[in-house]
């Protein structure tokens, strides 16, 4: 039985886009993790925008569930059709931990008819081989997981934050932590 998900949120605040999405090598204290999704349905070889929105991992004893797994939930009891074909896009705070990335694998390989991507501004707990495992599933399972670099932290700012018609503003450091955590990202897919 699922637990109770919430919906997902329309949007963030900037505060929280700029902490929870900031591409650092060791991020302290960041025991969130958050997902911005889009959902489009795919007509005849083009894609229609579709749902949008942002879930946040739930972290009470009762509904405990990462970002990922809230998803998955609120997707299959609200959304999926087998009768449409759907191209689903995340930006998440942290690449999934290994029990996320065994279920969204499982889950594309029932549901041929959802192609997901992924964009992570961090990677999570990297260093160890069953999160480098998860990783490569994803990979393997048709799953493109990449890490999130100016255009697409410029993209979640636009779409996902309520950002009173400001500008995105990249901090000190974005460019070269990208190249970082992009070549380490490349290292465990190998």
Same mark, same amino acid.
């Given at each position: ?32 993790? +958050? ?38 939930? +609120?997707?299959? %009891?609200?959304?999926? #059709?087998?009768?449409?074909? &759907?191209?689903?896009? +995340?930006?998440? #705070? +942290?690449?999934?931990? =290994? ?26 707990? #990297?260093?160890? =081989? ?18 999130? %670099? ?16 400001? =500008?995105?503003? =990249?901090?000190?450091?974005?460019? &070269? ?5 992009? #070549? ?7």
């Amino acid at each position: 039985m699922n637990p109770h998900i919430r919906n997902p949120m329309e949007a963030m605040y900037p505060g929280t886009f700029y902490f929870h999405f900031k591409n650092l090598w060791e991020a302290d204290n960041r025991n969130e993790s +958050w997902l911005c999704f889009a959902v489009e349905v795919i007509k005849h070889h083009s894609t229609v925008s579709w749902k949008r929105g942002v879930f946040r991992n739930q972290v009470d004893p009762e509904t405990h569930c990462h970002a990922e797994k809230c998803f998955l939930s +609120w997707f299959c %009891d609200n959304t999926l #059709s087998p009768k449409k074909n &759907y191209q689903v896009t +995340w930006y998440t #705070s +942290w690449s999934p931990c =290994p029990e996320c990335a065994r279920e969204v694998a499982k889950f594309l390989a029932r549901h041929s008819n959802v192609m997901l991507t992924i964009y992570t501004a961090r990677l999570y707990y #990297s260093q160890y =081989p069953n999160y480098q495992e998860g990783l490569r599933r994803l990979n393997e399972e048709g799953v493109p997981v990449e890490i999130m %670099d100016y255009e697409d932290f410029k993209y979640c700012w636009e779409n996902f934050v309520y950002n009173g018609d400001e =500008p995105f503003k =990249p901090w000190k450091g974005l460019k &070269y932590n990208f190249l970082f955590l992009d #070549s380490k990202l490349q290292e465990i897919l190998e």
